[in-house]
């Protein structure tokens, strides 16, 4: 069977994903930028190797071989880590890219980090590929005397060379080694296997953790209802549900999204800065039918460490997704933060608004781009979109109020209201009880004197049951 391999470009799921290729890209210092250009032009062929500067040091991506749908992580070592960092490049990679440049003494230490990476891998049948990088006026054909004794130890081991003033025509190497690992060790009894003993132990957490809430607590679990019971409060003359909406994005477009989020509790001539990430008043709106919502808008804080007690994600039912166009990575991550509201909302029914923005002629994102992930949600819950722009603050007003109003629609209907409203007769019944519990017994019944007692021994009563009453109470 003829084996094939595509990239598709439209958005997977993270559950959707069958397999995990790493790739890693290894060298001196000396050799970053050639390896982090190598990185790129793998990913992207017509990049320029000119705009490196911004770019992370770890890409993703799709790929399909033989009908089977994996993630291509690729990434290269970063040597400016610090050893008191946490930080473990090779766990787990199937490709490892040792990378010398014949210019400097950079060829010693390949031998090195060959060593390295089967050292910390975990991986006994990983793929290593040396590449020498020259330039113009430095054309090496001859295998270096420090790679033909590796070649001669490990004849696995495959060397290519390249010229750093050209595009580097990687790709078709690697291709084959994708290939290579998924007929030999990403199989697909290999494939089902694994995705079988993670479905078992998905199973197993969801019975292990079911088991130590019901022994742990001995109230049921509130359902779905009883926690949006909690966002309304009924008054006399209205009913107040409190809608929360949290705008989210990358740590690099934070001052957009607080941006956005004073316009819409405030307005859009108040400065941001004035403000913390959710510490933002609540604006008011008021229906026709005695309803007021209380819209309740902040940011993602990113100041929070890790490890912090920290629930955004608490009753939320509305989220922002915002990406810019001139930064690919934002709009990547839409996925990761939609995942993170799924995991983290306790609120099972979140309802979602795409906001883009900085968009021009030379976007990295692209329209086809943004359709395709609003084509990702199910038919009846497709997100809306929007381009944001200073001139139509007004219409992302309206929109957002649309919005709200759909949450209210879905959510608050007047069957559920009517459900969730307290009764007159129960609020009475659960008064007189509270106030019965409350009471306190005599510690002493009084006594009770006819007119045959004479009034010493009365006295002497009402001493004796006096001091027995003080007694019994210091007792009680």
């Not at 290269?76 to 199937?94: C, H, L």
């Not at 003033?165 to 990403?186: A, F, G, H, P």
């Not at 966002?231 to 909406?245: A, G, M, P, R, Y």
């Amino acid at each position: 069977m003829k084996t094939t391999i595509n990239y598709p470009t439209t958005v997977i799921s993270e559950k959707d994903y069958e397999y995990t290729i790493k790739l890693l890209f290894v060298g001196d210092i000396s050799t970053f930028q050639q390896r982090k250009s190598l990185l790129w032009q793998t990913y992207k062929r017509n990049l320029n190797s000119q705009n490196l500067s911004n770019l992370p040091l770890q890409t993703s991506s799709t790929i399909e071989i033989n009908g089977r749908i994996g993630k291509l992580i690729c990434s290269t070592y970063d040597n400016f880590v610090g050893r008191e960092t946490s930080y473990f490049p090779f766990k787990g990679i199937n490709i490892l890219c040792v990378v010398f440049d014949f210019s400097n003494d950079s060829i010693k230490n390949i031998g090195n980090w060959i060593e390295e990476g089967k050292r910390f891998s975990g991986n006994k049948k990983m793929n290593i590929l040396i590449i020498g990088l020259y330039d113009n006026l430095l054309n090496s054909t001859n295998t270096p005397t420090e790679v033909s004794d590796i070649l001669l130890k490990d004849t696995t081991i495959q060397f290519y060379t390249y010229n750093k003033s050209t595009t580097l025509n990687l790709l078709n190497e690697l291709e084959q080694c994708y290939i290579q690992i998924r007929l030999n060790d990403l199989t697909d009894d290999v494939i089902d296997k694994q995705i079988a003993k993670e479905r078992e132990y998905k199973q197993r957490r969801t019975i292990s953790q079911t088991g130590v809430l019901s022994k742990t607590f001995s109230s049921p679990p509130m359902n779905q209802g009883d926690k949006k019971r909690a966002l309304i409060v009924f008054n006399k003359s209205e009913i107040v549900i409190t809608i929360k909406t949290i705008i989210v994005g990358d740590s690099c477009i934070s001052d957009f999204s607080r941006r956005l989020c004073t316009g819409l509790s405030l307005d859009w001539n108040t400065s941001f800065s004035l403000y913390s990430f959710d510490n933002y008043p609540p604006k008011l709106l008021q229906l026709d039918d005695g309803k007021t919502l209380k819209l309740r808008t902040y940011v993602y804080d990113h100041s929070f460490r890790k490890g912090a007690s920290h629930t955004p994600y608490f009753n939320v039912l509305g989220v922002i997704l915002c990406f810019d166009y001139q930064k690919s990575d934002t709009f990547a991550n839409l996925m990761n933060w939609y995942n993170e509201t799924l995991r983290y909302c306790n609120l099972k029914s979140t309802h979602y608004i795409i906001v883009g923005f900085n968009k021009s002629n030379n976007s990295t994102v692209t329209d086809d781009d943004v359709q395709g992930f609003v084509n990702f949600f199910p038919m009846n819950k497709r997100p809306r979109f929007f381009y944001f722009e200073e001139s139509k603050t007004h219409e992302f007003d309206l929109l957002f109020e649309e919005f709200c109003l759909e949450i209210n629609a879905v959510e608050f209907s007047q069957p559920y209201l009517d459900e969730c409203k307290p009764q007159k007769e129960d609020v009475s019944k659960t008064r007189l009880q509270s106030g019965r519990s409350q009471r306190t017994h005599s510690c002493a019944p009084t006594p009770q004197f006819t007119s045959s007692h004479k009034p010493d021994e009365s006295k002497t009563l009402i001493k004796q049951a006096q001091y027995k009453k003080e007694k019994d109470c210091v007792l009680f």
